[in-house]
T-cell receptor
Framework: GAVVSQHPSRVICKSGTSVKIECRSL??????MFWYRQFPKKSLMLMAT?????????EQGVEKDKFLINHASLTLSTLTVTSAHPEDSSFYIC?????????????FGDGTRLSIL | AQKVTQAQTEISVVEKEDVTLDCVYE???????LFWYKQPPSGELVFLIR??????QNEISGRYSWNFQKSTSSFNFTITASQVVDSAVYFC??????????????FGTGTRLTIIP
């Protein structure tokens, strides 16, 4: 079945570093991808909706300049956490859905665990 | 606004017991979709079921069953004869009716299920 690949699975880096997370749909064209954030033992909160070829739509309270999203192709969306700080440490997970009027449920990546020292 | 409530934060049962995870939702949409996901310790989200608001038939899949009661806005999940491998966090989620529910998801806070051997 459809697979969404997320890379890297784990990142540990120093404060001030920018970190890029990739979300790829491996066997289908994803016109829309969603980025979620999950704090430890908490629920998943939608950060933004990423549409191929256009600007992402951010949820209220999510800083656009902090979390840069690029969806340059139908199979790839990237989330860049700029100048990351310890409070950005979290589990980030993407999901992707196919184009058109697809009956297939959206598929989730395996997530990226980001730890900022 | 959409809201999903999972009142049970943590549940522990002894292996082979049955367990029901509760989910109550709120939405103004007349058409919507409900989901259950399993999140094992490794972090990935495992899709379990999607149900649209027009289909109130209960569903059974092996040891899993779901009870959708539109009158009480509930979509409960029962695991029969629980096994240690069922230990995970389970999320109930809600999406608007557009595109078979393949839009942004509103997640509940999750129920951490521990099966004691």
């Amino acid at each position: 079945g459809a697979v969404v690949s997320q890379h890297p699975s784990r990142v540990i880096c120093k404060s001030g570093t920018s970190v890029k997370i990739e979300c790829r749909s491996l066997d289908f064209q994803a016109t829309t991808m969603f980025w979620y954030r999950q704090f430890p033992k908490k629920s998943l909160m939608l950060m933004a909706t990423s549409n191929e070829g256009s600007k992402a739509t951010y949820e209220q309270g999510v800083e656009k300049d902090k979390f840069l999203i690029n969806h340059a192709s139908l199979t790839l969306s990237t989330l860049t956490v700029t100048s990351a700080h310890p409070e950005d440490s979290s589990f980030y997970i993407c999901s992707a859905k196919g184009g058109g009027y697809s009956n297939q449920p959206q598929h989730f990546g395996d997530g990226t665990r980001l730890s900022i020292l | 606004a959409q809201k999903v409530t999972q009142a049970q934060t943590e549940i522990s049962v002894v292996e082979k017991e049955d367990v029901t995870l509760d989910c109550v939702y709120e939405t103004r949409d007349t058409t919507y979709y409900l989901f259950w996901y399993k999140q094992p310790p490794s972090g990935e989200l495992v899709f379990l079921i999607r149900r649209n608001s027009f289909d109130e038939q209960n569903e059974i899949s092996g040891r899993y069953s779901w009870n959708f009661q539109k009158s009480t806005s509930s979509f409960n999940f029962t695991i029969t004869a629980s096994q240690v491998v069922d230990s995970a966090v389970y999320f109930c989620a809600l999406s608007g009716g557009a595109n078979f529910g393949n839009e942004k998801l509103t997640f509940g806070t999750g129920t951490r299920l521990t099966i004691i051997p």
